[in-house]
């Protein structure tokens, strides 16, 4: 969602950046206006900032998201396990209630007087064996039914713990929403206020890309070409799929995608976990030179991590950019480069 009219590429052998000072230049040729244009410039650039904004704000939303939904799961089954923990604890009580009943009724004087005025004191001290017997199972099961209840209480303790993080993750999830949908709302108001010529100008060169600049020459084959295995080349075949879908934030696909759902989702399809976030998506894998991009690495943009988008070879990268803009092919130096992760 960063803006994508800086080039700054970092990191490039020196053909790559030869290659890219190039784009610059022309790419800043072709963005010159006379100085009465300059406010709608300006209005432009707001426009990238914000974009750039709610993507910060939408990277935001998901971690909380992929949070909230990982409580739920955590929450449900420790739920099933109070359940059935109390089940022991119940049928445990009702055992120890049994057993204190037959005590009682086979007791009830004191032993030594009992067996004096036994008509059978053989048959006596057989039942007093088994009272001895029923004594030891009793408290056997009294300190089973103690540990249980303390693993009850510990339990429902921790539930109670991860219901309270469950709702401040709910509670964050909403409040980055909102942040999204306001800025974006903001900067389709800015693209609004734009002269026709102008916001169709800046629309059409969000839905083809920076190939569909006149006048700007292509990034050349600086880069391999080759996947390093198979399941990156599925990713890529995965993303290549995806092109032209629409920039849906918060979105993992397959009708629509922010840019760590659309790398997300391509590894998905190759039978790879990768998180949700680009700022987790960077440490997902063995870093390596932007030289050294091969098709299938994650590229991770600004400083912040804030932009993520999957090399597809030929100084190529494929990523869900923004609202307004389909998933696409980008030059890789589209903007800062932080840096290169092999999955």
């Not at 005590?103 to 059978?120: C, K, N, T």
């Not at 997902?284 to 932009?307: E, F, I, K, N, T």
Request: aromatic share 6%; net charge positive.
């Amino acid at each position: 969602m960063g803006s994508h009219r800086r080039l700054a590429p970092t990191g490039f052998d020196r053909g790559a950046g030869a290659a890219l000072s190039v784009l610059s230049v022309a790419t800043a040729a072709f963005g010159a206006v006379s100085a009465d244009a300059a406010p709608h410039a300006d209005t432009r650039a707001e426009v990238d900032r914000l974009y750039r904004e709610a993507e910060q704000a939408t990277e935001a939303y998901d971690k909380a998201d992929e949070r909230a939904d990982t409580l739920r799961e955590e929450v449900g089954r420790a739920q099933d396990r109070i359940a059935r923990q109390q089940q022991h604890v119940n049928a445990l009580r009702e055992e120890l209630g049994s057993l204190a009943g037959a005590q009682y009724r086979s007791g009830g004087i004191d032993p030594a007087v009992a067996l004096l005025f036994s008509d059978d004191p053989g048959g006596y001290l057989d039942k007093a064996a088994t009272l001895d017997r029923i004594g030891a199972r009793q408290a056997g099961r009294l300190k089973e039914l103690r540990s249980a209840m303390r693993e009850l209480a510990q339990e429902r303790t921790e539930t109670a713990g991860n219901l309270a993080e469950l709702e401040r993750s709910r509670k964050a999830v909403a409040s980055h929403k909102r942040t999204v949908e306001r800025k974006l709302a903001t900067a389709r108001r800015l693209l609004n206020s734009l002269p026709d010529d102008e916001r169709t100008a800046y629309e059409r060169a969000s839905r083809s890309g920076r190939a569909g600049i006149p006048g700007v020459p292509g990034i050349p084959d600086l880069f391999g070409a080759d996947a390093p295995n198979a399941r990156a080349a599925a990713a890529v075949a995965a993303a290549r799929s995806a092109v032209g879908r629409p920039y849906v934030w918060g979105a993992g696909g397959p009708s629509g995608f922010d840019c760590s759902g659309l790398t997300q989702w391509s590894y998905a399809q190759a039978g790879v976990h990768l998180p949700r976030t680009s700022q987790e998506q960077r440490y997902a894998g063995r870093r390596v030179p932007l030289s050294q991009a091969r098709p299938g690495d994650l590229v991770v943009y600004r400083p912040d991590a804030g932009h993520v988008a999957l090399y597809v070879g030929h100084g190529q990268v494929i990523h869900a950019p923004y609202p307004g803009a389909p998933v696409r092919y980008d030059p890789v130096g589209m903007m800062p480069v932080s840096s290169v992760t092999r999955p």
